[in-house]
């Protein structure tokens, strides 16, 4: 079974991030990169399968520009065998992701395709949908369990009523939640092997994708400052102050 994992480069989640001046974006400058830790699991996941002796091949793509191969590098220490970038530059919309993604699902014919359930910067919780329904492929999102039985991919996804279970034929495309697995952490031998893994680098026209958004970002704010707290000496004074200060009882 062949697994594609799709990671996306994103401001490392230790990072207090700010909006730009002027409100048009967030500010990346000199700010710390990661892979978005969804997209990290998904990795994580796809390695695993890989030591079962279920995955033959794991292939990690990240689309982005050039930057975005560190990302790519650090999925490849992680224990992928090779990664794909698809080199643009520019913020891109998921439809627009979906469709490179679906580009490089047809070049290189997976039967597992893994990504994050959710990109840590823009929350958008879009793309492995859009992949599936433009590759009219079966879904299995915020999974917390994958299983691969009789050549089907057996999910379990945390709802809101428990636990379901989902069987899917593949080509499958699944999208990681937090409790699906631990990320390890790669070791230092294997960062070095990893520079030399395959990476090949594609124009979205070399996958036949033409990207154009029908989305435009009006601006970023960061949320309003919290107000200090006060202590209050007593209960009476809590229950006055919420009844006639704070008007909420
Ligand atoms: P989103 O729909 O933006 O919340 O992203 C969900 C998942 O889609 C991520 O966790 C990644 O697996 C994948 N994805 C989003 N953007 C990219 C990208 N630029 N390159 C590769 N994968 C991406």
Redesign the pocket.
């Known amino acids: 079974m062949k697994v594609l994992?799709?990671?996306?480069?994103v401001v490392d989640y230790n990072v207090k991030v700010r909006a730009k001046a002027d409100g048009s974006a967030v500010d990346l400058a000199n700010v710390k990169m990661a892979i978005?830790p969804?997209?990290e699991i998904?990795v994580e996941e796809a390695v695993r399968l890989k030591e079962k002796g279920v995955a033959t091949e794991v292939v990690v793509?990240?689309?982005?520009p050039k930057a975005?191969q560190e990302q790519i590098r650090t999925a490849l220490a992680l224990g992928a065998d090779r990664g794909i970038q698809?080199e643009?530059e520019g913020d891109?919309q998921?439809l627009a992701?979906?469709r490179?993604?679906n580009g490089v699902v047809a070049k290189e014919q997976p039967d597992l395709i893994?990504?994050?359930?959710?990109?840590i910067?823009?929350?958008?919780?879009?793309?492995?949908?859009?992949?599936a329904a433009l590759g009219s492929m079966g879904q299995g999102t915020f999974a917390s369990e994958l299983v691969v039985e009789d050549g089907k991919v057996k999910v379990t996804r945390e709802v809101d009523a428990g636990l379901q279970t989902l069987s899917i034929t593949t080509p499958a495309v699944v999208?990681?939640d937090l409790r699906l697995n631990e990320p390890r952490y790669a070791s230092l031998p294997n960062i070095m092997k990893a520079k030399k893994k395959q990476l090949d680098v594609y124009s979205p026209a070399d996958l036949g994708v033409e990207v154009s958004g029908n989305i435009k970002i009006l601006k970023v704010e960061p949320p309003a400052e919290r107000q200090a707290g006060i202590k209050v000496e007593s209960v009476e004074q809590l229950v006055d102050k919420l009844k006639n200060e704070a008007k909420v009882i």
């Open positions: 994992v799709a990671v996306k480069r978005n969804f997209c998904a793509v990240s689309i982005g975005c698809v643009v891109l998921p992701i979906a490179l993604l893994i990504l994050g359930k959710q990109s910067d823009g929350d958008n919780n879009q793309t492995g949908q859009m992949l999208t990681a």
